[in-house]
């Protein structure tokens, strides 16, 4: 099974959030866009893990601090990929946001899993195989911060159901 960790936000935030999706459809046309359920900010991305890789997976989970979080989305970017783009909104790293990464990583580490060596970028993927070349300015679509209260810290599978991607919880906190 495919593990991942995410934060998952408040209804409010993700209205928000499906907004500037809805402005960058407008602007970019056709391309995959991330369904509002499965909107979440990945924290710990563990990859194909064996039955036994779950249960290190939900130690490591209820080890970890993990506070509700105020975070806000301040900015908007894309990750290049084949001559597509993925487009992002993000947040500023906060103390709060840091440390609860960190206790996170020194859990899974704990349980055998090998720490993630890119840098960590917080953001929310709006939209993924928009075409490379699109520009929009930030302010058209998002035009002021959107907070962002946490509704939990998530341990989840992704699978493919009916040829739809698919976040199963597989144990929360």
Do not use: K
């Given at each position: 099974?495919?593990?991942?960790?995410?934060?998952?936000?408040?209804?409010?935030?993700?209205?928000?959030?499906?907004?500037?999706?809805?402005?960058?459809?407008?602007?970019?046309?056709?391309?995959?866009?991330?369904r509002p359920e499965n909107l979440h900010l990945t924290l710990a991305f563990l990859g194909e893990q064996p039955p036994e890789g779950l249960a290190a997976a939900r130690r490591a989970l209820a080890e970890a601090a993990a506070p509700p979080l105020s975070l806000t989305f301040d900015r908007l970017g894309r990750f290049r990929q084949e001559g597509e783009a993925l487009w992002?909104?993000?947040?500023?790293?906060?103390?709060?946001?840091?440390?609860?990464?960190?206790?996170?990583?020194?859990?899974?580490?704990?349980?055998g899993f090998p720490r993630e060596r890119r840098p960590f970028?917080?953001?929310?993927t709006l939209a993924r195989r928009l075409p490379a070349d699109l520009r929009a300015e930030e302010t058209q679509l998002l035009p002021a911060p959107i907070p962002a209260e946490t509704a939990g810290l998530h341990l989840m599978e992704s699978l493919r159901l009916d040829g739809r991607l698919v976040y199963r919880p597989r144990a929360s906190r």
């Open positions: 099974m495919r593990l991942f960790f995410a934060l998952c936000f408040a209804p409010e935030a993700c209205r928000a959030v499906m907004e500037v999706q809805r402005r960058l459809r407008a602007l970019a046309g056709p391309g995959n866009y991330t992002w909104i993000g947040l500023s790293e906060t103390p709060a946001l840091t440390a609860l990464y960190t206790s996170l990583w020194d859990a899974l580490e704990r349980e970028r917080p953001h929310l």
